[in-house]
DNA sequence: CGCTAGATGGGAATGATTTTCAGATCAATG
DNA sequence: CATTGATCTGAAAATCATTCCCATCTAGCG
């Protein structure tokens, strides 16, 4: 639409740790972050649509995975299979409940994990030990309603 | 084929545990049993037509799934998203170190884990708290001898 | 032996993700 | 500015695991 000033005060440093900075990178990006939560490439791809910015699918899919290569997104997999991310602001490596109802996320507390899956890469003899760990239920608001509304 | 004795000592009490017993049932669990490790449907499904036992993939599909569901399978998903089945002896509940390379597992001591899950459970007024542990990693023999083929 | 709810198979349908590739854009350079 | 090689973009086609459909079988039960 309109040519950046030179220099701007982006506050989008993280556009430029994935290769050359692009309009629809910024953008994708822009929206990314403010998600806060897990979504998949779809659910942004059709955000992205109706907020008037229309970017291809593939710009999205290839954004997202460049931002989880660079390690700046976490990235699961929801029951069906389907990968969510998630922007990760700092340097931390997290994991979250995260409701599946809503999709509501929560970081939680992970230290033990984290101590016993060095101490199996330790003592494992495998090497380059990566682990996944996913939490996940309904949360207070859903398991409420859900409550009201069947009987069992 | 031929008829089996009535009250065989079938080592397949499973198969009666997912509905009505088949013959096509009884063929995939028996394999899947023999597998010992995490197999996809479609490799069983192989498996089985080299061994002259040709059973619908949508057959076993149905049936590791229904093993899934009545607990006596555990389910993983590989790197690239692919569901990955385990058929479980016992009753308890495992995780598993799975190589990247040639699929090896080996089971590991998750107490912690489950320790710090249900420590988490109790404390997040989230309800119907599950989890998913994966570690992935190299095994020892496929990590030799990619040290042995490349240089890095 | 007959009946019927449940099971089978295989081909088509799904749906997420990836690839392709002909332009459009970019950053740098002269 | 104009040029240019490197990168990026996106529409459409390709992949590929998994599911769906449904005409056809069969276990289980009188
Ligand atoms: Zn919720
Ligand atoms: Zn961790
Ligand atoms: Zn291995
Ligand atoms: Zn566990």
């Known amino acids: 639409m309109e040519r950046n000033r030179p220099a701007a005060p982006t506050p989008l440093a993280d556009v430029t740790l994935i290769g050359r900075h692009t309009q629809q990178r910024a953008v994708v990006v822009k929206a990314f972050i403010r998600a806060e939560g897990f979504v998949g490439a779809q659910a942004l791809h059709n955000r992205l649509a109706a907020d008037g910015s229309p970017v291809g699918l593939s710009t999205v899919y290839r954004t997202l995975t460049a931002l989880a290569d660079a390690g700046r997104a976490d990235m699961v997999r929801d029951t069906s299979g389907e990968r969510l991310f998630r922007y990760?602001?700092?340097?931390?490596?997290?994991?979250?409940?995260?409701?599946?109802?809503?999709?509501?996320?929560?970081?939680?507390?992970?230290g033990p994990v984290e101590d016993w899956a060095d101490t199996i890469a330790r003592t494992s003899g495998f090497a380059n030990v990566r682990h996944t760990v996913e939490l996940?239920?309904?949360?207070p608001d859903c398991g409420r309603q859900r409550a009201t509304a069947e009987h069992r």
């Open 88 to 110: 990760r602001p700092g340097p931390d490596h997290r994991h979250y409940l995260l409701c599946t109802e809503c999709g509501l996320s929560r970081p939680v507390d992970s």
């Open 136 to 139: 996940s239920e309904v949360c």
